[in-house]
């Protein structure tokens, strides 16, 4: 495959930012091969629920062995569910899924969690068992064997991950860059969705996966502008906030879902392209002006506001087949999660093949978004 077209003159950071969405995390992971394949890597991952486990894989490993490390992961995690539908067509690819799907509510995902035993109605209250249908330690089994968090604390990639404090109902980012040692605990919290997984103890605190009140650690991402340089944002999501009206129960909680774990991104980044608009204007008319002889607050108040850094947001969304179910997010057959790869893997050659990829120039107004997939 041939190389893309260079980016726009001047250091841009390359961003890879990834959504929570149960087994639909095999999008990303093509998607990031990918972006291997013509040396696109990142500066910096962030993740929610799966696309924690999926980030902590790439920034946990050197460039050579991400790739094999994303399939190792996905390969053991549909290694109960290997058989191919026996009949195609649209009817009978939904009977697969749902029996898939119900096959993992029953005994759990290879290398992610299992049933609890004894189960959480015998535990006693208040305990971590008595709070999640499914026990969590084979995940920390998994990244301990997939990730390195010594590399992790090297900084060769910053890695963030997002999750919920239980009791206090705030939202917290875990980020290798804050002076903080990244463990198998914090992404296994961010991946921690009730009631089928609990809670994770970090610190004397609990915590919930960071899809309760965030589907998408974006916004983390650009809050981090502060420091003037350029950014190219991939955003990989999983769940689309655009839908057709449903039209039977099944199709209602379908929607549900994804209206409910969508990122909205294109509302967030409409707010944001306003506010960089207005701070990169401050800082054209700072520079114009002689700065004040005496201590200014206001001043000094405006020169902390301003910043001259342009963001380039690149939005993939996976696109739903019509055989997909409302439990596509826990169906981890390897027929799925083998289509769901290719899909990740097309979508962003395709996205960098786009003429508007290959000819992009650095935003003239601070922010320009490229949602290449309509």
Known sequence: MSEPSSAPSGKEKFVLVLQGGGALGAYQAGAYEALDEVGLLPEWVAGISIGAINAAIIAGNPRDARVGRLRVFWEQASSWLQGDPPIEGTQYREMFNYMSAAAVSTVGVPGFFEPRFPPASVMPQGSLGALSVYDSSPLKATLEELVSFAYIAQKHVRLSVGAVNVRTGNFAYFDSYDHMEIAPEHIMASGALPPGLPPVVIEGEPYWDGGLVSNTPLQYILDYTDDDSDKCI???????????????????????????????????????????????????????????????????????????????????????????????????????????????RNDMRRTLRHRRWRERIKPKMGVHVLDLGD
Not at 247 to 257: D, M, Y
Not at 280 to 306: C, G, I, S, Y
Not at 314 to 336: G, P, T
Request: proline letters at 5%.
């Open 234 to 344: 991939f955003q990989l999501d999983l769940f689309s906030a655009r839908g057709a009206m449903p039209q039977n129960l099944f199709e209602v909680a379908q929607r549900e879902k994804e209206i409910r774990y969508s990122s909205r991104t294109r509302l967030n980044t409409d707010a944001f392209a306003e506010s960089q608009t207005i701070r990169r204007a401050v800082r054209r008319l700072l520079d114009k002006m002689p700065p004040p002889t005496q201590p200014d607050e206001d001043w000094d108040l405006l020169q902390k506001f301003a910043c001259d850094s342009a963001v380039t947001i690149v939005h993939l969304i996976y696109r739903k087949a019509a055989y997909d179910v409302h439990a596509q997010d826990y169906e981890f057959s390897r027929f799925s999660v083998e289509e769901h790869w290719q899909a990740g």
